[in-house]
């Protein structure tokens, strides 16, 4: 009795078949920014605190996203499921345009207050030449990271539609290609290794929305 209600070892094989990449995808989306931390963190604690109250606004812009790729998801699975690809084109539609006007929203928000915003999280008894040399490292940051909000956006829109149709495996490669290219754009842009200027924080906002164009690419081709 507990096997029909819990299921064979093919539904086991299937479930994790399909959960699997989405789970290594989604780290490693996070992982994109978590790695300009870390490698920023290096050039000092000032930049590092610059870019991580940024990517942490970021952060809020890609939840909003994923929410909204997620819950027309539903129907972009009930869809196929039951071989309607007409309906499986109207959700994946209705993502890329819901997805184009919160990176739209997204954008306009960050041009017209991100300073304020990221005063918010200096706000203390630190001291206020620290919040300032934060406040500039962070806004050099964010001016580059806003070219990545539409590849981001887009990708996820392409990216969800795949994993609702059970192609889970080329978002994650799409994934592990970005933080590879991530990975070697910040060794080089942000430290100026074989002869590229070093650019500190600004190296590593343009790896990673580099990194996200590829990501974008790939999940699209």
């Not at 990975?183 to 343009?206: E, K, Q, S, T």
Request: glycine share 12%.
């Amino acid at each position: 009795m507990m096997k029909g209600y819990i299921g064979n070892k093919a539904f086991y094989r299937r479930v994790l078949t399909i959960a699997v990449p989405i789970v290594i995808q989604n780290g490693i989306t996070n992982f994109v920014s978590l790695l300009d931390n870390i490698m920023v963190g290096q050039v000092g604690t000032i930049p590092m605190s610059g870019v991580s109250i940024v990517n942490n606004l970021i952060f809020v812009f890609n939840l909003c996203v994923f929410g909204a790729t997620s819950g027309a998801g539903i129907f972009t699975a009930q869809f196929h499921g039951s071989g309607d690809q007409n309906g499986v084109r109207h959700t994946f539609r209705f993502k890329i345009m819901v997805c184009s006007v919160l990176s739209a929203v997204g954008i306009g928000l960050f041009l017209t207050a991100g300073t304020p915003l990221i005063r918010l999280y200096l706000q203390g008894e630190g001291d206020p030449e620290m919040a300032r040399q934060a406040l500039a490292y962070g806004l050099d940051y964010l001016g580059v990271m806003l070219w990545g909000l539409i590849p981001f956006a887009l990708c996820n829109a392409y990216a969800s539609t795949l994993r609702e149709t059970g192609q889970t495996v080329v978002p994650m490669a799409a994934g592990i290609s970005a933080v590879l290219v991530n990975l070697c754009l910040n060794y080089v842009l942000i430290f100026g290794h074989f002869g590229a200027p070093v650019m500190g924080i600004r190296g590593a906002a343009i790896a990673t929305v580099i990194s996200r164009f590829v990501e974008l690419g790939i999940v699209v081709s």
